[in-house]
């Protein structure tokens, strides 16, 4: 079975920048598209931004603007910069296909904004 593999998260000041990657845990699947997803405790698991096999691209309001997806690359990485991070950042922010599938959730990457 595949899973999703995040990395990148950390601690950052308010108005700082991460940029997270995610990358198949077989790297002989390659997903078309990719979504970025977050979840906060106590909080439902959100869509933040997808690129399509198209590239068609879909943000959050709460997130337009500040953050930036890109496709898989020729690595089959894909990765999710992040600007201008706010507190309200803060979450695990984890990736899957665009819509999800259940089985692919990785353990997802903690990301930390302090005021």
């Keep these: ?14 108005g700082g920048s991460l940029r997270l990657s995610c990358a198949p845990s077989r790297s002989t699947f390659n997903p078309n598209g990719i979504g970025w997803y977050r979840q906060a405790p106590g909080k439902l698991r959100e869509l933040v931004a997808a690129i399509s096999g198209a590239g068609i691209t879909n943000y959050a309001d709460s997130v337009k603007g500040r953050f930036t997806i890109s496709d898989y690359d020729a690595k089959n990485t894909a990765y999710l910069q992040m600007n201008s991070l706010k507190p309200e950042d803060t979450a695990v922010y984890y990736c899957n296909t665009d819509p999800p599938f259940e089985f692919y959730w990785g353990q997802g990457t903690q990301v930390t904004v302090s005021s």
């Design 1 to 14: 079975q595949v899973q999703f593999v995040e990395s990148g998260g950390g601690l950052v000041q308010a």
